[in-house]
């Protein structure tokens, strides 16, 4: 079945170093979006991206959309301690599949 | 504060029992979601209702049940509990019925089946 696959698992980084997390799926999503759950907390809406090739930026964080539409990355610059959490991404399913399709998610841990 | 409310925030309960999770959407939202949550399974989706209407199904369990009510909240109906059924159970919401639109996640019930 489709999937969306999200790497790495896990990454601990010094504060201050940049971090980036990968979103790929198996077949094409007309959009992608990005949620952040911080620990304890409940996913937050960050962003969507809708179109091929698409970079959108929120202050540190960087989001693109591959050109074909399959895979998607979220760069954070320069980690703050409140970066920590869970960063998520999801598309539709394809076809008549009506569900949203979730990656794992990346657990991001900031050492200050 | 998404405005997604859940109750219980917290519940314990016994194998064997039966619980009810309550949601009540965003003011003007039309889709309520469920999802689990556990340590080692990320996000799992469990059904979508739209305007009281059965949307989408995931993984949704037959000892588990949820439905849309008239004035849209939404509850969430899980039976027979076994210990694996512990976990942070979210409820969400959105405008509209498509896979792509927003979603609003509330702060979850948490359960723990003892």
């Known amino acids: 079945g489709q999937q969306v696959m999200q790497i790495p698992q896990y990454q601990h980084v010094q504060e201050g170093e940049d971090f980036t997390t990968y979103c790929n799926s198996s077949?094409?999503?007309?959009?992608i979006q990005w949620y952040k759950q911080r620990p304890g907390g409940h996913p937050v809406f960050l962003i969507q991206l809708v179109k091929s090739g698409e970079v959108k930026k929120q202050k540190r964080l960087t989001f693109q959309f591959g050109e074909a539409k399959k895979n998607s990355s979220l760069h954070i610059t320069a980690t703050q301690t409140t970066d920590v959490g869970t960063y998520f991404c999801?598309?539709?399913?394809?076809?008549?599949?009506?569900?949203?399709?979730w990656g794992l998610g990346t657990s991001l841990a900031v050492n200050p | 504060d998404s405005g997604v409310t859940q109750t219980p925030k917290h519940l314990i309960t016994a194998t064997g029992q039966r619980v009810t999770l309550r949601c009540s959407p965003r003011?003007?939202?039309?889709?309520v979601y469920w999802y689990q949550q556990s340590l080692d399974q990320g996000l799992q989706f469990l059904i979508q209702y739209y305007n009281g209407e059965e949307r989408a199904k995931g993984n949704i369990l037959e000892r588990f049940s949820a439905q849309q009510f008239p004035d849209l909240h939404s509850e969430l109906n899980l039976s027979s509990l076994e210990l694996g059924d512990s976990a942070l159970y979210f409820c969400?919401?959105?405008?509209?019925?498509?896979?792509?639109?927003?979603?609003?996640f509330g702060e979850g019930s948490w359960l723990t089946v003892v």
């Open positions: 969400a919401s959105s405008k509209g019925q498509e896979a792509g639109n927003t979603i609003y």
């Open positions: 999801a598309g539709p399913g394809a076809g008549n599949n009506r569900k949203l399709i």
């Open positions: 003011s003007g939202d039309l889709s």
């Open positions: 077949t094409t999503l007309s959009n």
